[in-house]
């Protein structure tokens, strides 16, 4: 069986042992294989429910499928008042563009269920702050998400005070917030345990423990004369181990200097990356995030050739410069 066929039945076998679904303590629950999972709820308000229509397909259908999420679409064209249902308006003081008013987005936020446990809204904006995966992980701690979409050249300022947090998807201009709701609703909603085949696999990801994840191989093993590197071959766990980590970091080092800082580097890091220092010259001006990670040297222990436990010429007792290693 191949690997997708093994992870799409194992997914599939989950859906039908779901056999709870209630609601306890405000918290919306649901058990699968006998183990509780919370049940994150997702409202967006939009005007075009119809561009949601990804989130119906793979994996976040079948997280919806198995219960783990529910995501609702709010059209707030429908808490319009006037007649011909205007959402939108010139500015005051002239300018481009219509904002969308703030009566049917006020009345459409006044109108969701009571929150079941803890709810953030988030207002999609260029002028936000940038998402990444720490607010993912922050956002996954919530029972429900609201995002209110914007469109046309923005929003009535007064809707702003609805929001928990405005956030963007980066720094480029989006012709209305529904896609930078869908990127932001894909990043929490794979968190959630269950969702991906592995509870391990959204754990390895890039920028999950802030470095980028190392080079994958699958079969065959020779692809054009091109090698997967033979320690994966091996069967060794510590030594592919250490080479993902090694590779982890040269990626990181590399690609994305600016998230290094945030990187916890352990004992076991410190051969590695005196080795990467050999091979990229550039990552030196990093070399003093782990300098202190450079093992000391043993005190010699006071002998009868020793009477004084003076250390040896070869053996100064001092800490060696990271340069004077030999690894
Ligand atoms: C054309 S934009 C309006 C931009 C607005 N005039 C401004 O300068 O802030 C329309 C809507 O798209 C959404 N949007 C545009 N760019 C975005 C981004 N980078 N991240 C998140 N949402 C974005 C927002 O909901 C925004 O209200």
């Known amino acids: 069986m191949s690997r997708f066929h093994q992870d799409f039945s194992a997914i599939f076998d989950i859906r039908y042992l779901i056999f709870d679904v209630r609601t306890t303590n405000h918290e919306l629950r649901t058990t699968i294989l006998g183990v509780k999972h919370r049940m994150m709820k997702v409202t967006v308000l939009t005007l075009f429910p119809e561009m949601f229509a990804p989130l119906q397909e793979s994996i976040l259908k079948r997280a919806q499928e198995a219960g783990l999420v529910k995501i609702h679409l709010v059209d707030f064209r429908d808490y319009a008042a006037s ?7 010139v500015p005051y003081g002239g300018g481009a563009g219509m904002l969308l008013k703030p009566e049917p987005i006020f009345a459409a936020i006044r109108d969701l269920p009571q929150p079941e446990g803890k709810r953030r809204v988030i207002l999609t904006s260029p002028q936000g702050n940038v998402f990444h995966q720490a ?4 956002w996954f701690e919530q029972d429900e998400l609201v995002f209110i979409c914007g469109h046309y050249e923005g929003f009535d300022e007064r ?3 609805l929001a928990d947090e405005e956030v963007s998807i980066g720094d480029y201009v989006l012709t209305g ?4 709701a869908m990127v932001m609703i894909d990043a929490v909603v794979r968190l959630i345990p269950g969702v991906l085949g592995e509870d391990t696999s959204a754990q390895e990801d890039s920028h999950s423990i802030s470095l980028l994840e190392y080079p994958q191989y699958t079969r065959p093993a020779d692809f054009e004369g091109r090698q997967v590197p033979e320690v994966l071959l091996s069967g060794h766990h510590a030594r592919i181990k250490q080479w993902r980590r090694k590779e982890s970091l040269r990626r990181t080092f590399l690609r994305r200097p ?3 800082k945030a990187v916890t580097f352990g004992v076991d890091d410190y051969p590695l990356l005196e080795e990467l220092l050999l091979e990229h010259e550039e990552i030196a001006e990093w070399q003093v995030l782990w300098k202190h990670l450079c093992p000391r040297p ?6 009868l050739k020793n009477p004084e436990g003076k250390q040896s010429q070869e053996l100064p007792l001092r800490e060696l410069e990271v340069s004077e290693i030999d690894i």
């Open 135 to 138: 607010k993912a992980e922050e």
């Open 83 to 89: 007649k011909h249902k205007n959402v939108d308006d």
């Open 258 to 260: 600016d998230l290094i």
């Open 159 to 161: 809707i702003r005070e």
């Open 177 to 180: 917030g529904e896609l930078a």
């Open 298 to 303: 043993k005190r010699r222990r006071k002998s």
